[in-house]
C-alpha cells in the first residue's frame, strides 16, 4: 500500500538549523531524566528497610516509572505533531522537575512514588523527542553516529545510576538522589530556552481518546499484572495477576484494530510492515528486559546475599557503566561502516554466554567475577541496541518517524517494566521455595543469603532463554541503506 511520497521518503536537508546546540539541549536534559530510572536501585534496600515495604511493593519505584514513562511514548506521536520541539521539551522537563522536587521531600512510600510517576511522565515525553529529532536532523548516512552519541544517553545514564546512587547514599541519604539532579534539571531548562529550535513539523492531527484510552489500559495493564504477580499470594494464578493481563492484551488488539481503520491513527502500527523494523522491536524487548533486570538484580543481590554496602555495590557497576558509554558513540561509527551484521550478531552470542554465567554466581563468586560479568553485559548490549534500532528505523518513510519512535521506546520501557517485574517475581517465588524445601526452623541469615542465590540464578536462566531466542533473530537481520514506501 501506497501511504508515503517521494518527499516523504527522501531526507530533507536542513542546512538553516544548527545541530550541535539542539542536540546539546536534548542530551543535558534527557541524561538526568533517563539516569533516573536506575537512580535508586542500589537504594532499594535502605528504602525497603525505611519504609517496612517488601521486595515486590518496593519494585514498584522502578517498574512504576517505566510504566508511565511506556503509556506516555505512544502519545507523543500524537503530540509531537502538535507541539513544537521546544514546547514538548521544555514542558517534559518541568514536569520531570516537579517530580524529582516531589519525591526529595517524599515524607512516605506513597507520596515518592507519586514523585517518581510525575519524574516518569516527563522522562516519557523525551525519549521520542530526542531520536525523531536525529531523524530529521540526519540523512541515514550518518545517523549511525548520531545514534551512537544518543545511545551515550540511553545506555550510559541507566548503567550509570546505581554507581552514583551508592556513591551518594555512602556520604548522605537518599532525599539526595534527587536533591542532586534538580540543578541539572533546572540547568537544562534554561538551555533549550535559549538555544532549542523546533525542526519538526507541527500538523495538529484529530485527537482521538478511544486510542489513547486503549493504548493506556493495553500497557497499563501488561505491566500491571506482571508487577503483581510477586505480591500478596497465588502468584500468577491470582485473579488480579491475571485478569489484568487479559484486559491489557485485549485493549491492546483493539488499540492496533483501530489504528488500522483511522485515516490519521495516534500511533501508525503500519511500520510492522517493515521487515527490519519488526525484527529490530522483538529484539530490543529482549535485550531491554535482559538490561534492566539485570541492573536492579545484582544490586540486590550484593547487599542481601552478599552484605556489601550500597557504596561498594555501586562501584562494581561503575566499570560496566563507563564501558557502556564509551562504546555507544563507537558502535554507531562502526554501524555507519559495516552496517548492522557483524556487531549485532556477536553481540547476542555475548550476551547468551554472560546471562549464563550470571546464572552460576553463588555467594563465594568474588566481587571482581561480577564486575567482569557486568563489563561484558554493557558491551553486549552497546553492540545490538543502537545499530539495530538505527537500522529499522531507517528503513521507515519519514512520515512514519514520529510512529516509529514512539513504538520502539514504547515497547522498550514496557519491556524493561516487565523485564523488572517478571525477574523480581522469579526470584521472589525462587527464594519462597528454597526456604520452603530446605529451612525447618527459623532462618538463619545464610538461609536467607542461599535463598536469594536460588531465587537469582532461577530469574537468569529465564534470562538465558530469552537471550538465546534474540540470536536467533540476529541471523534474520540485513541491512537497509533507504526507506522503503510501505
Not at 537468569?460 to 537471550?467: M, P, R, V, Y
Amino acid at each position: 500500500m501506497n501511504t508515503g511520497t517521494t518527499e516523504d521518503i527522501n531526507f530533507k536537508e536542513r542546512p538553516d538549523i544548527k545541530r550541535a546546540p539542539i542536540m546539546i539541549a536534548l542530551i543535558i536534559g534527557a541524561f538526568f531524566a533517563i539516569l533516573n530510572e536506575t537512580l535508586l536501585n542500589v537504594a532499594l534496600t535502605k528504602l525497603m528497610e525505611e519504609f517496612q515495604v517488601g521486595e515486590a511493593t518496593i519494585q514498584w519505584l522502578s517498574t512504576g516509572f517505566m510504566l508511565v514513562v511506556g503509556i506516555l511514548i505512544p502519545v507523543s506521536a500524537l503530540l509531537i505533531s502538535w507541539f513544537t520541539t521546544r514546547q514538548m521539551f521544555i514542558g517534559a522537563m518541568v514536569l520531570f522537575t516537579i517530580g524529582t522536587v516531589i519525591s526529595g521531600f517524599a515524607p512516605n512510600f506513597t507520596t515518592l512514588l507519586i514523585g517518581r510517576l510525575i519524574q516518569a511522565s516527563g522522562t516519557g515525553l523525551l525519549l521520542p523527542i530526542m531520536m525523531n529529532t536525529i531523524l530529521v536532523l540526519y540523512p541515514p548516512e550518518k545517523r549511525g553516529a548520531a545514534m551512537g552519541t544518543m545511545g551515550l544517553v540511553i545506555m550510559f545514564a541507566p548503567a550509570l545510576g546505581p554507581t552514583l546512587s551508592g556513591v551518594i547514599l555512602e556520604a548522605l541519604n537518599w532525599r539526595w538522589l534527587f536533591f542532586t539532579v534538580i540543578p541539572f534539571a533546572l540547568f537544562s531548562i534554561i538551555f533549550a530556552f535559549i538555544f532549542l529550535k523546533n525542526v519538526t513539523d507541527v500538523t495538529k492531527p484529530k485527537v482521538d481518546i478511544l486510542s489513547i484510552l486503549l493504548s493506556t489500559l493495553g500497557f497499563g495493564g501488561i505491566v500491571f499484572g506482571f508487577s503483581s504477580a510477586g505480591e500478596g499470594t497465588g502468584g500468577w494464578a491470582n485473579p488480579e495477576v491475571y485478569g489484568t493481563i487479559i484486559v491489557g492484551v485485549v485493549s491492546l488488539i483493539l488499540f492496533v484494530w483501530k489504528q488500522l481503520k483511522m485515516d490519521e491513527p495516534m500511533l501508525d502500527v503500519r511500520a510492522f510492515k517493515s521487515p527490519m523494523f519488526s525484527i529490530t522491536t522483538i529484539l530490543l524487548i529482549i535485550v531491554m528486559m535482559s538490561m534492566f533486570s539485570t541492573m536492579i538484580l545484582i544490586p540486590m543481590f550484593l547487599q542481601g546475599a552478599m552484605a556489601l554496602t550500597a557504596f561498594a555495590a555501586g562501584l562494581a557497576l561503575l566499570p560496566g557503566g563507563l564501558l557502556n558509554g564509551l562504546m555507544s558513540p563507537l558502535m554507531g561509527r562502526l554501524f555507519d561502516k559495516f552496517g548492522p551484521k557483524y556487531l549485532v550478531r556477536p553481540g547476542a552470542a555475548l550476551l547468551v554466554i554472560v546471562l549464563f554465567l550470571f546464572t552460576t554466581i553463588t555467594t563465594t563468586t568474588p566481587v571482581y567475577l561480577f564486575v567482569i560479568y557486568h563489563c561484558l553485559l554493557m558491551v553486549a548490549i552497546s553492540m545490538i541496541m543502537m545499530p539495530a534500532q538505527t537500522n529499522g528505523l531507517n528503513e521507515l518513510p519519514r512520515k512514519y518517524y514520529p510512529h516509529g519512535t514512539a513504538i520502539l521506546n514504547t515497547l522498550q520501557q514496557v519491556a524493561g517494566a516487565i523485564g523488572v517485574a517478571l525477574f523480581i517475581s522469579i526470584m521472589s517465588n525462587g527464594r519462597s521455595n528454597y526456604l520452603i524445601d530446605n529451612v525447618t526452623g527459623e532462618p538463619t541469615l545464610n538461609d536467607f543469603a542461599m535463598s536469594l542465590t536460588a531465587g537469582v540464578q532461577a530469574a537468569f536462566k529465564i534470562g538465558l532463554i530469552f537471550a538465546i531466542v534474540a540470536l536467533i533473530l540476529t541471523f534474520f537481520i540485513k541491512r537497509t541503506t533507504e526507506p522503503k514506501d510501505i
